[in-house]
Structures are given as C-alpha cells and as structure tokens.
C-alpha cells in the first residue's frame, strides 16, 4: 500500500513538470509577486518571466525551434546573463545582468539583451503582442553608475546606457531600435534618471519634467503602456514605482512589423561600479499584460 501511493504521488509530481515544461507559465504562477495580484490582472497577463524555474527559459523558451525571443549578448566573456539566488524581488530567482570592460568607447559595445516580441514559441502557438500594451520589470542597481562621457574622449555622443527598449523590422527587415528607456547621471546630485530616446522621431531625445531619481540597492518597477503605430499615432507613457515620469504622444512607435520587447545592460561606457567599465543590474518579475500592473 505505501509502496503504491509512493508510486501515484511520484507520478502526480512528473505530470506537474510536464505540464510545466509545456509554455513554462503554470510553475510562474506560484511566484509570490504574480499570486499577489488581483484575479482580473492575473487574467490581463500575456507573458511572464520571473525565472522561478531557475534558468533563463522564461526569454529562451529553449525546448521550441522558434522560441519567439531569446537572449542576446555582445561582448563574449566580458558580458554575463544568468539567473541567481542570491538577490530575487519575489520567489526565489532574479535575472544578473553583467558587462566589464565598457570603457571611453574603446573596447566596442558591452550589450545583454533579453527579448520577447511573442508571449509564447512561435511553433508552439506564439502570437505578437497586442498594439496596445504593458510592458513592466523590476530592477535592482547594486551601485549608482554613471554612463557620460566627458572631453576629450567623448566621440560625440555624451553617453548612453540602454536598460529597456523597443525594436521593430524596418522594410528590409532589419531590427531596429526603436524608442530606448536610457540612464542618465547626475553628475551636481550624483544621481541617475530615466530618459526616452528614438532616432526615429524629433526631437529624439524625451526627458523627465520633474527628475525622478532611480534608487541605489532597492528593487524599482518600471512599466511602460506602449501604444504601436507607424504613422506618428503612437504613444508611449513610463511610470517609475506607480509615478509617471515620461509621456510621449503622435510619434511613431512601429516600423514595418510588431515591436520586440527587450531589458538588458548595454552601452559602450559605464563608470561607478567596482571597477571602471564593469555595470550590474538584476531584474525580476517581468511581464506583459493588458492591464497596468503596479501596485
């Protein structure tokens, strides 16, 4: 009798993995963050990633052919993207992100990219997102990073580091970015802020009417309600921990095909951090949905 109820429960635990295996969204469901959320904004949501599983599968989806997102490093063994237990928002697991060597432009870009353009594989019944949509992640600066570039070395740009972004295929079909969430530094109160960025619409550069400062070693949601169009009907509206911060209207948001969602570490120069070139940042608890998700 033990013998045969050890059987059936052994075989009780394999069927819940399988069925895991299958999108991995029922195993995401028992994260603490996602259970908190109201009945109706559990049902908004489209995709989750909040790596409970331990890997990165959430952004791979590794076990399809098409996978419908994926993650995308530059810079070899100068870059990391892993998931840890040493940190986490909810649950047990965060997503480290990690560049080195981003120095004065000199060594190239230093880029982890983390994307998803479907909420689920392509083979495995994958569809883009919706034109209207919420986007959001928590994230986590272990230091306040500084990305300006200064005279004399400065090739012209002042500095850059993109941490969320869109992209979308132009007519050849090339990827684009299309509206990046940059960090920018402070340098009177040492502190970083958000800004919007598109090379695709004027002026190119959005910032902040009122600075709201990104803090230091505390985990900090950030959601975007981004509305596609390719003839400057978009919108894009940011909220930093359920306070707007930017709001963009009549810009294009899409070129020839659907968006492609993406958080990531990526600039070609970075400052604060242990060692100069060398940035950090966690994310957890990802997710997009119809319905804004924070509180």
Not at 130 to 150: C, E, H, Q
Not at 229 to 244: C, E, K, L, Y
């Amino acid at each position: 009798m033990i013998l045969l109820l050890a059987l059936v429960m052994a075989c009780q635990v394999e069927s819940s993995r399988a069925a895991d295996s299958q999108t991995g969204f029922e195993h995401q469901q028992s994260a603490s963050w996602f259970a908190g959320l109201s009945e109706e904004t559990k049902a908004s949501v489209l995709w989750l990633g909040d790596v409970e599983e331990g890997t990165l599968y959430d952004w791979n989806f590794d076990d399809f052919q098409h996978a419908g997102g994926g993650v995308f490093n530059t810079g070899g063994d100068q870059v990391i993207a892993r998931v840890t237990d040493a940190i986490a928002h909810s649950g047990r697991y965060a997503v480290e992100t990690g560049i080195s060597r981003a120095i004065r432009s000199r060594n190239g870009d230093r880029a982890v990219r983390l994307m998803r353009w479907t909420n689920t594989a392509w083979d495995n019944g994958g569809e883009y997102f919706p034109l209207d949509t919420y986007f959001s992640v928590w994230m986590n600066f272990p230091n306040g990073y500084n990305p300006n570039k200064y005279d004399p070395w400065d090739p012209g740009d002042g500095g850059w580091w993109n941490v969320f972004q869109f992209k979308s295929d132009d007519e050849t079909g090339e990827s684009q970015p299309i509206w990046v969430l940059n960090i920018d530094h402070n340098d009177a109160t040492n502190e970083m802020y958000f800004y919007l960025y598109s090379k695709h619409n004027l002026p190119r550069s959005y910032g902040q009417t009122r600075t709201v400062a990104i803090p230091v070693g505390q985990w900090v949601h950030i959601e975007a309600h981004y509305v596609q169009s390719s003839d400057a009907r978009g919108s894009i509206t940011i909220w930093q921990d359920g306070q707007r911060i930017l709001s963009v209207e009549d810009v294009i948001t899409k070129l020839a095909e659907p968006i492609h969602w993406g958080i990531g570490n990526y600039t070609d120069h970075i400052a604060g951090g242990v060692v100069e070139g060398s940035a950090t940042i966690f994310f957890d608890d990802a997710a997009v949905s119809t319905l804004r998700l924070y509180p």
